[in-house]
């Protein structure tokens, strides 16, 4: 590693092979950055010549995580090319497996993926376990809530269990952590709190997978869903399911409310100063890890059955530029692209989705004077194409839907993010950083759990009610000889379109563009940077052999870079060679 260089390969903690360069001038800020996905798969190019009914199968193996969001909206961009309206069990059914999606996906992110670049471990074992209730009890007092641990044996139950692991120096997946580092904030007895937390979100994601698995047959990969409905009818109309189904969403729901909510809180507060640093941004505005400050997204959930881009949307679709709250532009889809002038494939001109090619054209790396392989940044420099929207670079995930939702005026977001910002009178503009885009994604949960809760009901309602009808009929022979269609919908991690284009009854050409596309894109032609390069710019680093801070930015994008890099070798030739060290988390 030169000394202006920091390079992380592979950033740990997050889904798939990202490598992230970035270049710091003498006071350790960062004052350059390239993101890179160093993995090449593949599952566009496979779809060719498929009968189009079996490609939501198929796509969603593009990921392991986001499973039932490809599925979904694959199955969608047929419906589309179709003309098809599924019916009401089937929306609320969706709903419901994606609901859970996020859920389960948001929590697993901030506890195991995110919550060590706050937490420091090693801290948690100092920590006076009777001030630790206190400590839970104030945080949760500022939500409204009571605290998930309210008292002190159990804190100091868990607090013994790491003791002796330090002790017995088996810190295990948390052995190369930073501990120490000047950048965590958090006092120990917060930090037994967010351990405590760690461990008990660890048990709750079986439930919450079971959750998810009720109306989707299993998790990961569901597979209930099918072009014109849904085919878990003996689900919809037991009566067991449904109330399965709620016991489980309750449990979650608690754990929302009284650890995750109140912990954000807790690290937006520490974190505070850097949720305003202003001078320490890409432009100039919001705070530490806010980037690019422009947000897109497609909108999602059906909240009636008039029809996919009829109905009302739980989250409103459009864009808003430059951080500008007082507007938002309505999305056309028209206006997207995808540029491979930096990414590792042919072709020479940013493409729509339509007409999107996938072509692999592998340059390689460049060998520093130190020895060491670098990106070749005025080149192709990642496996990742770069999409914008009108011509411009923008972020997707859940700060995306928080703020085109709150710019919008829609009233349900805007209670939750009033709600969230009223407690430390907060401007919304904080949310534009590395802690905001966490905070938004906890907002968002919160949000969630609520309007599950009345989708289930309305499920049951309906059922007993006598409407058991989950799929529409159609004439494939028909509607399949010349379609086109569009799956346009926010998965967890933000906009994921899928675009499909059919002739004959066979699929002629599928291209996926996924919320880490977005995020984890390189420079376009014109040299603007992506979302993660954007976000690390300004960004001061406390020791540079400890990148802290920068795997804090990127972590609060949740990364996926399974979902972005989605083209497979298909002569199975080596790309590169990764020793990589499974006990790392960092
Ligand atoms: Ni592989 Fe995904 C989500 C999609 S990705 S996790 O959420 O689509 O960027
Ligand atoms: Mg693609």
Redesign the pocket.
């Known amino acids: 590693m030169s000394k202006k260089h920091i390079i992380v390969d592979p950033i740990t903690r997050i889904?798939?092979h990202l490598r992230i360069e970035a270049v710091i001038d003498e006071n350790n800020t960062i004052v350059d950055a390239y993101s890179s996905s160093t993995m090449f798969r593949g599952i566009e190019t496979i779809l060719k010549g498929r009968d189009p009914r079996d490609c939501g199968l198929m796509t969603m193996r593009?990921?392991?995580?986001?499973?039932g969001?490809?599925y979904q909206?694959s199955i969608e961009a047929v419906e589309d090319a179709f003309n098809i309206n599924i019916p009401k069990n089937a929306r609320l059914v969706r709903n419901l497996i994606q609901g859970a999606?996020y859920v389960h996906?948001h929590t697993v992110h901030f506890y195991h993926l995110h919550a060590l670049d706050f937490v420091d471990i090693v801290s948690a074992t100092t920590a006076n376990p009777e001030l630790a209730v206190k400590e839970a009890e104030k945080w949760a007092s500022v939500a409204g809530v009571v605290p998930y641990i309210a008292d002190a044996a159990n804190f100091k139950a868990i607090q013994d269990r790491v003791i002796k692991f330090v002790k017995e120096g088996r810190l295990g997946i948390f052995g190369n952590g930073y501990w120490g580092n000047p950048h965590y904030k958090l006092t120990p007895e917060q930090n037994l709190i967010g351990v405590a937390h760690y461990l008990q979100a660890l048990d709750l994601q079986r439930d919450m997978a079971k959750m998810h698995a009720i109306f989707g047959g299993k998790n990961p990969h569901p597979q209930s869903i099918v072009v014109g409905g849904v085919t878990c009818v003996q689900d919809i109309q037991d009566p067991a399911r449904i109330g399965l189904y709620k016991q489980l969403l309750e449990e979650a729901a608690q754990f929302v409310k009284r650890a995750y909510l109140p912990d954000v809180y807790m690290a937006g507060t520490m974190y505070a100063a850097e949720a305003t640093d202003a001078k320490a941004t890409y432009k100039g505005a919001g705070g530490t890890g806010g980037g690019l400050l422009s947000y897109m997204s497609y909108g999602d959930f059906r909240l009636d059955d008039t029809g996919f881009y009829k109905s009302k949307l739980l989250f409103p679709s459009g864009v808003v530029l430059n951080g500008d709250i007082t507007k938002a532009y309505e999305l056309d889809q028209d206006k997207i692209a995808e540029d491979v002038t930096h990414a590792w494939y042919e072709g020479t001109k940013p493409l729509h989705p339509y007409e999107g090619e996938t072509i692999p054209k592998y340059t390689g790396f460049k060998k520093g004077a130190d020895g060491y392989a670098y990106l070749k940044t005025d080149e192709k420099y990642s496996w990742i194409k770069s999409p914008t929207y009108d011509g411009q670079k923008v972020e997707v995930g859940p700060l995306a839907r928080m703020v085109v939702g709150y710019v919008k005026g829609d009233e349900r977001i805007k209670k939750y993010v009033d709600n969230f910002l009223k407690r430390g009178n907060l401007p919304i503009t904080v949310l534009f950083s590395t802690i905001g885009r966490t905070a938004a994604r906890a907002i968002e949960t919160e949000l969630m759990c609520d309007v599950m809760m009345g989708w289930i009901d309305e499920l049951g309602v309906n059922a007993l009610g006598g409407d058991l009808s989950t799929w529409t009929k159609f004439d494939f022979d028909k509607v399949s000889v010349n379609a086109k269609g569009m799956g346009l919908a926010e998965?967890?991690?933000?906009a994921?379109g899928h675009w499909v284009s059919i002739e004959e009854g066979r699929v002629k050409n599928y291209q996926?563009v996924?919320?880490?596309?977005?995020?984890?894109g390189p420079r376009d032609a014109k040299g603007q940077l992506g979302a993660y390069e954007a976000s690390l710019i300004g960004t001061k680093v406390a020791n540079p052999d400890q990148p802290l801070e920068l795997l804090r930015t990127i972590h609060s994008f949740?990364?996926?870079?399974?979902?972005?890099v989605h083209v497979v070798d298909t002569k199975g030739k080596e790309l590169g060679s990764y020793k990589i060290d499974p006990t790392c988390v960092f």
Do not use: K, M
């Not at 593009?62 to 499973?67: D, E, M, P, R």
């Not at 949740?558 to 972005?564: E, S, T, Y």
């Open positions: 889904e798939g593009i990921c392991g995580v986001c499973t969001t490809h909206r999606l996906d998965a967890p991690r933000g994921l996926a996924v919320p880490s596309t977005w995020n984890a949740d990364p996926c870079l399974a979902c972005a």
